[in-house]
């Protein structure tokens, strides 16, 4: 079955260390998305990516970095310049490079601990 | 930035009936879609309506959209226990970044 696999479903990061979350979809969408969501709150845009080799920044994208070598994968990157990275992370795909009419599939999450 | 804003932030209501929620945003859209989210799970489309449509349905949901107002409605009807989850609107602005952005949701409990 298509769809989009998120790994490792819980992460704990010491202070100061790097980590990189998986994201891998097999739906042949163009376009990958990175939100973060605190608790009770909405998504925020980390970064995202309409093509191969090329990405663009969201609206929290400073302590993050991300890589879009292959169509099916776009991982994230949790660096130590991030000083507050506890939080839900989700990665979505969608088929239209302008997600012009046509909703998000999402993975079902990694969840990140600063321990 | 939060360019959607859902209201209410809370709603709980009773088995059978109808739960409307409603989201406002700032800017001009191509589109406004709408999002469940169960507890720890990731998000599920719903719905998506395009900015020159004025209503959508979809099953049990019924989708408006205002773009004079810059807001839309959910409507659930009939409730059932399995629909408590947090509903988000997420918008695609009509220039600009190409990507959704995502309000605060509307946490939906439905009592049995």
């Known amino acids: 079955d298509g769809g989009i696999t998120q790994s490792p479903k819980y992460l704990f990061r010491k202070e100061g260390q790097n980590v990189t979350l998986s994201c891998e979809q097999n739906?042949?969408?163009?376009?990958m998305y990175w939100y973060r969501q605190d608790p009770g709150q909405g998504l925020r845009l980390i970064y995202y990516?309409?093509?191969?080799?090329?990405?663009q920044k969201g609206d929290i994208a400073e302590g993050y970095s991300v890589s879009r070598e292959k169509k099916e994968s776009f991982p994230l990157t949790v660096t130590s310049a991030q000083k507050n990275p506890t939080a839900f992370y989700l990665c979505?795909?969608?088929?239209?490079?302008?997600?012009?009419?046509?909703?998000?599939?999402f993975g079902s999450g990694t969840r990140l601990t600063v321990v | 930035s939060q360019q959607g804003e859902e209201d209410p932030q809370a709603l709980s209501i009773q088995e059978g009936e109808n739960a409307t929620m409603n989201c406002s945003y700032k800017?001009?859209?191509?589109?406004l879609q709408w999002y469940r989210q169960n507890s720890g799970r990731g998000l599920v489309h719903l719905i998506l309506?395009?900015?020159?449509?004025r209503e959508k349905h979809s099953g049990r949901l019924r989708v408006t959209l205002d773009t004079s107002k810059k807001s839309s409605s959910l409507l659930i009807t009939a409730s059932r226990a399995a629909d408590t989850a947090s509903y988000f609107c997420?918008?695609?602005?009509?220039?600009?970044?190409?990507?959704?952005?995502f309000g605060s949701g509307t946490r939906l409990q439905v009592q049995p």
């Open positions: 979505a795909s969608t088929t239209s490079t302008g997600g012009e009419g046509y909703g998000y599939t």
């Open positions: 739906l042949n969408h163009d376009a």
């Open positions: 990516s309409q093509i191969v080799n090329d990405f």
């Open positions: 800017t001009s859209i191509n589109n």
């Open positions: 309506i395009r900015s020159n449509e």
């Open positions: 997420a918008t695609r602005p009509n220039t600009g970044r190409r990507a959704l952005t």
